[in-house]
C-alpha cells in the first residue's frame, strides 16, 4: 500500500534494516527487499512516491488488458 511504501521510504533513510522495516510494516524480509530493488532510482536510493505511481500505472494497465 501507499502507507507501507512510505513506511518503507523514511525508514530507509534513517538505514533501518530490512528486517526490522519487514516487521514493523507487518510483511517479509523478501517483499521489503524486492519492493527496494524494483523501485530504486539510478543512484539506488528507495522512493515510495516513483513506487506508488508505478503501482497506480501497473493497476490501470491490467484493467485495461480485462484483468482483476
Request: net charge positive; aromatic share 4%; proline share 1%.
Amino acid at each position: 500500500t501507499s502507507e507501507q511504501r512510505y513506511t518503507i521510504s523514511v525508514l530507509l533513510q534513517k538505514k533501518c534494516s530490512l528486517s526490522f522495516i519487514a516487521k514493523t510494516i507487518g510483511v517479509c524480509v523478501s517483499t521489503v527487499s524486492r519492493e527496494k530493488r524494483r523501485n530504486s532510482n539510478v543512484q539506488g536510493v528507495y522512493d515510495g512516491r516513483l513506487a506508488a505511481l508505478k503501482a497506480r500505472r501497473h493497476k490501470a494497465t491490467q484493467r485495461e488488458r480485462g484483468c482483476p
